[in-house]
């Protein structure tokens, strides 16, 4: 039981470049969500999915998009990155209620 | 949107020491959550608060919901070396299917 695994655990892009960045979740949650975190900043919500189906942005969503493929994964995407972007990604997933969320690891993103 | 602010911002300890940290918002909220982050590591859930009032403990860990349902707090009795880190409230609002976080507290223990 792997619990919530995202990948890579750490990129480096250009400028202009695209990436997706992959997470998978075992719990059979339905609930699965994006966060970036920046220093002093706390966790700040992209986009989520409470549902397989269904998305809906979070309080950052510019400069990203997001799949969910199946109940299992969620993927996010950056079409052209920007230093902006540089941060600490995390994938989370929970069940509908209790609302107890449950991390990945994390996928470090520098954009030069 | 929903903002929790929560403080200390940065806490400096010795060893043995208590610790409290809290959350506050202007806004009602039905579930509280405090998780803890190690470097280099995501958010580890720690306790969960559902009911007004409700004070709960994991180990040296206790939390309560308050009664305006406005804030929360977090104890740690007796701290130790592997408490170092950053942790971290989250609130649920109304069916929102997601949470506010706070900015975190982060804890340093001096040997």
């Known amino acids: 039981n792997a619990g919530v695994t995202q990948t890579p655990k750490f990129q480096v892009l250009k400028t202009g470049q695209s990436m997706t960045l992959q997470c998978a979740q075992d719990?059979?949650?339905?609930?699965m969500y994006w966060y970036r975190q920046d220093p002093g900043m706390g966790l700040r919500l992209i986009y989520y999915s409470a549902s397989e189906g269904t998305t809906d942005k979070g309080e950052v969503p510019n400069g990203y998009n997001v799949s969910r493929l199946n109940k299992r994964e969620f993927s996010l995407r950056l079409e052209s990155a920007a230093p902006s972007q540089t941060s600490v990604y995390f994938c989370?997933?929970?069940?509908?209620?209790?609302?107890?969320?449950?991390f990945g690891p994390g996928t470090r993103l520098t954009v030069t | 949107g929903q903002q929790l602010n929560q403080s200390p911002q940065s806490m400096f300890i010795q060893e043995g020491e208590d610790v409290s940290m809290n959350c506050t918002s202007s806004?009602?909220?039905?579930?509280w959550l405090w998780y803890k982050q190690d470097p280099g590591e995501g958010p580890v859930l720690l306790i969960a608060?559902?009911?007004?009032?409700e004070l709960t403990s994991n180990g040296r860990l206790t939390a309560q919901f308050g009664i305006t349902r406005k804030d929360s707090f977090l104890n740690i009795s007796a701290s130790i070396p592997s408490d170092v880190g950053i942790y971290f409230c989250a609130g649920q609002w109304k069916e929102a299917q997601k949470l506010v976080f706070g900015q975190g507290t982060r804890l340093t223990i001096n040997p």
């Open positions: 806004s009602i909220f039905n579930t």
């Open positions: 719990m059979n949650h339905n609930s």
């Open positions: 608060l559902y009911k007004a009032g």
């Open positions: 989370a997933s929970s069940e509908a209620r209790p609302y107890e969320q449950y």
